[in-house]
Protein backbone atom coordinates (compact mmCIF):
# COMPACT_ATOMS: atom_id res chain seq x y z
CA UNK A 1 0.00 0.00 0.00
CA UNK A 2 1.18 3.42 -1.11
CA UNK A 3 1.75 6.38 1.63
CA UNK A 4 -0.60 8.54 -0.70
CA UNK A 5 -4.18 7.69 -0.05
CA UNK A 6 -5.01 10.08 -2.93
CA UNK A 7 -3.24 10.72 -5.97
CA UNK A 8 -5.09 12.21 -9.24
CA UNK A 9 -3.45 12.73 -12.06
CA UNK A 10 -4.79 15.34 -14.94
CA UNK A 11 -8.27 15.58 -13.79
CA UNK A 12 -10.69 17.55 -15.69
CA UNK A 13 -14.25 18.26 -15.52
CA UNK A 14 -16.41 19.73 -17.93
CA UNK A 15 -20.34 20.62 -17.67
CA UNK A 16 -22.31 21.40 -21.16
CA UNK A 17 -24.54 24.18 -20.56
CA UNK A 18 -26.54 23.80 -23.49
CA UNK A 19 -24.36 24.52 -26.75
CA UNK A 20 -21.36 25.76 -24.41
CA UNK A 21 -19.17 23.85 -22.79
CA UNK A 22 -17.74 25.33 -19.08
CA UNK A 23 -14.28 23.92 -18.31
CA UNK A 24 -14.26 23.69 -14.13
CA UNK A 25 -11.09 21.49 -13.66
CA UNK A 26 -8.05 22.18 -15.82
CA UNK A 27 -5.65 19.35 -15.21
CA UNK A 28 -5.50 18.88 -11.46
CA UNK A 29 -2.42 16.75 -10.30
CA UNK A 30 -2.45 16.23 -6.49
CA UNK A 31 -1.17 13.91 -4.02
CA UNK A 32 -2.40 13.51 -0.36
CA UNK A 33 -0.86 11.59 2.04
CA UNK A 34 -2.55 8.99 4.32
CA UNK A 35 -2.76 10.66 8.12
CA UNK A 36 -2.80 14.37 6.09
CA UNK A 37 -4.95 17.41 7.11
CA UNK A 38 -5.55 19.59 4.24
CA UNK A 39 -7.56 22.40 3.59
CA UNK A 40 -8.98 23.26 0.14
CA UNK A 41 -9.72 27.11 -0.58
CA UNK A 42 -10.71 29.40 -3.14
CA UNK A 43 -12.58 31.96 -4.57
CA UNK A 44 -16.44 31.13 -5.72
CA UNK A 45 -16.69 29.61 -9.01
CA UNK A 46 -12.67 28.32 -8.58
CA UNK A 47 -14.12 24.65 -8.84
CA UNK A 48 -13.23 23.68 -5.06
CA UNK A 49 -16.56 22.11 -4.72
CA UNK A 50 -16.27 20.33 -8.13
CA UNK A 51 -12.95 18.83 -7.05
CA UNK A 52 -14.41 17.95 -4.04
CA UNK A 53 -17.45 15.55 -4.92
CA UNK A 54 -14.74 13.90 -7.19
CA UNK A 55 -12.80 13.37 -4.32
CA UNK A 56 -15.71 11.79 -2.93
CA UNK A 57 -16.33 9.93 -5.53
CA UNK A 58 -19.87 11.46 -5.69
CA UNK A 59 -19.14 12.84 -9.37
CA UNK A 60 -16.92 11.34 -11.92
CA UNK A 61 -14.30 13.89 -14.25
CA UNK A 62 -14.36 14.04 -18.04
CA UNK A 63 -10.53 12.65 -18.04
CA UNK A 64 -7.63 12.13 -16.17
CA UNK A 65 -6.98 9.41 -13.56
CA UNK A 66 -7.76 9.45 -9.31
CA UNK A 67 -6.50 6.41 -7.39
CA UNK A 68 -7.92 6.16 -3.82
CA UNK A 69 -5.99 3.51 -1.50
CA UNK A 70 -4.41 2.67 -4.96
CA UNK A 71 -7.43 1.88 -6.71
CA UNK A 72 -8.38 3.45 -9.71
CA UNK A 73 -11.71 5.10 -9.08
CA UNK A 74 -12.47 7.26 -11.88
CA UNK A 75 -13.75 4.05 -14.18
CA UNK A 76 -15.88 2.07 -11.52
CA UNK A 77 -19.34 1.63 -12.10
CA UNK A 78 -22.08 3.73 -10.09
CA UNK A 79 -22.54 0.81 -7.83
CA UNK A 80 -18.90 0.26 -7.16
CA UNK A 81 -18.75 3.93 -6.64
CA UNK A 82 -21.77 3.91 -4.00
CA UNK A 83 -19.33 1.03 -2.04
CA UNK A 84 -16.55 3.16 -1.75
CA UNK A 85 -18.21 6.43 -0.47
CA UNK A 86 -19.91 4.09 2.34
CA UNK A 87 -16.67 2.17 2.95
CA UNK A 88 -14.05 4.77 2.68
CA UNK A 89 -14.84 8.25 2.57
CA UNK A 90 -16.76 9.83 5.27
CA UNK A 91 -18.70 12.37 4.42
CA UNK A 92 -19.52 15.87 6.67
CA UNK A 93 -21.74 18.78 5.10
CA UNK A 94 -22.55 22.40 5.91
CA UNK A 95 -26.28 21.36 6.51
CA UNK A 96 -25.57 18.39 8.56
CA UNK A 97 -27.99 16.15 6.16
CA UNK A 98 -29.36 14.40 9.41
CA UNK A 99 -32.64 12.39 9.12
CA UNK A 100 -35.07 14.31 11.55
CA UNK A 101 -37.30 11.72 12.90
CA UNK A 102 -34.70 9.58 14.19
CA UNK A 103 -32.39 9.64 17.27
CA UNK A 104 -29.11 10.88 16.89
CA UNK A 105 -27.85 6.98 17.46
CA UNK A 106 -29.80 5.82 14.84
CA UNK A 107 -28.51 8.43 12.02
CA UNK A 108 -25.17 7.73 13.16
CA UNK A 109 -25.45 3.78 12.43
CA UNK A 110 -26.54 4.14 8.96
CA UNK A 111 -23.93 3.80 7.30
CA UNK A 112 -22.92 0.09 8.97
CA UNK A 113 -26.73 -0.59 7.65
CA UNK A 114 -25.30 -0.16 4.16
CA UNK A 115 -22.43 -2.14 5.32
CA UNK A 116 -24.48 -4.90 5.79
CA UNK A 117 -23.69 -5.38 9.96
CA UNK A 118 -25.39 -6.90 12.58
CA UNK A 119 -27.85 -4.49 14.41
CA UNK A 120 -25.84 -5.10 17.93
CA UNK A 121 -22.70 -4.58 16.02
CA UNK A 122 -24.41 -0.82 14.95
CA UNK A 123 -25.31 0.18 17.97
CA UNK A 124 -21.81 -0.59 20.07
CA UNK A 125 -19.87 1.06 17.37
CA UNK A 126 -22.26 3.91 16.92
CA UNK A 127 -22.12 4.39 21.24
CA UNK A 128 -18.80 4.01 21.04
CA UNK A 129 -18.60 7.03 18.21
CA UNK A 130 -20.94 9.28 19.99
CA UNK A 131 -18.70 9.04 23.08
CA UNK A 132 -15.92 9.79 21.18
CA UNK A 133 -17.65 13.38 19.79
CA UNK A 134 -18.95 13.98 23.19
CA UNK A 135 -22.62 12.63 22.99
CA UNK A 136 -23.06 9.85 25.12
CA UNK A 137 -25.76 12.03 26.60
CA UNK A 138 -27.58 12.76 23.84
CA UNK A 139 -27.63 9.50 22.18
CA UNK A 140 -31.83 9.54 22.30
CA UNK A 141 -32.20 12.38 21.15
CA UNK A 142 -33.92 13.62 17.49
CA UNK A 143 -32.29 16.44 15.70
CA UNK A 144 -34.49 18.66 16.29
CA UNK A 145 -33.68 18.74 20.15
CA UNK A 146 -29.68 19.29 19.78
CA UNK A 147 -27.93 22.50 19.23
CA UNK A 148 -26.41 23.10 15.44
CA UNK A 149 -22.78 22.20 16.80
CA UNK A 150 -24.73 19.04 18.30
CA UNK A 151 -25.73 18.27 15.44
CA UNK A 152 -22.73 18.61 13.29
CA UNK A 153 -21.09 16.66 16.17
CA UNK A 154 -23.28 13.55 15.10
CA UNK A 155 -22.87 14.34 11.69
CA UNK A 156 -19.35 13.62 12.24
CA UNK A 157 -19.59 10.48 14.04
CA UNK A 158 -21.49 9.03 11.46
CA UNK A 159 -18.84 10.23 9.10
CA UNK A 160 -16.46 8.28 11.29
CA UNK A 161 -18.87 4.88 11.79
CA UNK A 162 -17.51 3.10 8.90
CA UNK A 163 -13.68 3.86 10.05
CA UNK A 164 -13.06 5.05 6.33
CA UNK A 165 -9.98 5.85 4.72
CA UNK A 166 -10.67 9.70 4.67
CA UNK A 167 -13.05 12.71 6.10
CA UNK A 168 -14.29 14.83 3.61
CA UNK A 169 -15.92 18.08 4.95
CA UNK A 170 -17.72 20.41 3.14
CA UNK A 171 -17.66 23.97 4.56
CA UNK A 172 -17.74 22.14 8.19
CA UNK A 173 -18.41 25.21 10.08
CA UNK A 174 -20.30 27.18 7.36
CA UNK A 175 -23.47 27.33 9.51
CA UNK A 176 -21.93 27.72 13.19
CA UNK A 177 -21.28 30.87 15.19
CA UNK A 178 -18.09 31.59 15.78
CA UNK A 179 -18.06 29.95 19.62
CA UNK A 180 -19.29 26.28 18.11
CA UNK A 181 -16.81 26.72 15.24
CA UNK A 182 -13.83 26.62 17.15
CA UNK A 183 -15.47 23.38 19.06
CA UNK A 184 -16.16 21.83 15.92
CA UNK A 185 -12.35 22.17 14.42
CA UNK A 186 -10.97 21.17 17.59
CA UNK A 187 -13.13 17.96 16.97
CA UNK A 188 -11.60 17.90 13.72
CA UNK A 189 -8.05 18.35 15.03
CA UNK A 190 -8.54 15.27 17.63
CA UNK A 191 -9.75 13.04 14.60
CA UNK A 192 -6.58 13.74 12.73
CA UNK A 193 -4.58 13.67 15.88
CA UNK A 194 -6.15 9.75 16.16
CA UNK A 195 -4.72 9.44 12.38
CA UNK A 196 -7.56 9.89 10.26
CA UNK A 197 -7.29 11.66 6.66
CA UNK A 198 -8.77 14.95 7.07
CA UNK A 199 -9.66 17.06 3.70
CA UNK A 200 -12.04 20.14 4.14
CA UNK A 201 -13.38 22.68 1.77
CA UNK A 202 -13.71 26.27 3.40
CA UNK A 203 -13.67 29.91 2.50
CA UNK A 204 -12.75 30.72 6.02
CA UNK A 205 -8.94 31.74 6.89
CA UNK A 206 -8.74 30.82 10.35
CA UNK A 207 -10.72 27.24 9.43
CA UNK A 208 -7.59 27.05 7.05
CA UNK A 209 -5.42 27.28 9.63
CA UNK A 210 -6.19 23.95 11.53
CA UNK A 211 -5.16 22.34 8.30
CA UNK A 212 -1.75 21.05 8.06
CA UNK A 213 -1.38 22.16 3.97
CA UNK A 214 -3.82 24.67 2.69
CA UNK A 215 -4.08 24.14 -1.29
CA UNK A 216 -5.85 27.31 -3.23
CA UNK A 217 -7.42 26.60 -6.15
CA UNK A 218 -8.53 29.33 -9.06
CA UNK A 219 -9.94 29.12 -12.05
CA UNK A 220 -10.07 25.33 -11.87
CA UNK A 221 -6.41 25.39 -11.62
CA UNK A 222 -3.93 24.66 -8.48
CA UNK A 223 -2.34 28.19 -7.88
CA UNK A 224 -1.03 27.10 -4.76
CA UNK A 225 -0.18 24.35 -2.26
CA UNK A 226 1.73 25.28 1.19
CA UNK A 227 2.16 23.99 4.26
CA UNK A 228 1.14 25.76 7.24
Given at each position: ????????RNIIRDFKLGQETVHVLKGIDLDIKRGDY???????????????????????????????????????????????????????????????????????????????????????????????????????????????????????????????????????????????????????????????????????????????????????????????
Amino acid sequence: MSENVIEIRNIIRDFKLGQETVHVLKGIDLDIKRGDYVAIMGPSGSGKSTLMNILGCLDTPTAGSYNLNDKDVSKLSDDDLAEIRNTEIGFVFQTFNLLPRTTALENVALPMIYAGASKKERIARASTVLTDVGLDDRMDHKPNQLSGGQRQRVAVGRALVNKPSIILADEPTGNLDSKTSLEIMQLFDEIHDKGNTVIMVTHEEEVAQHARRVIRLRDGMIESDKLN
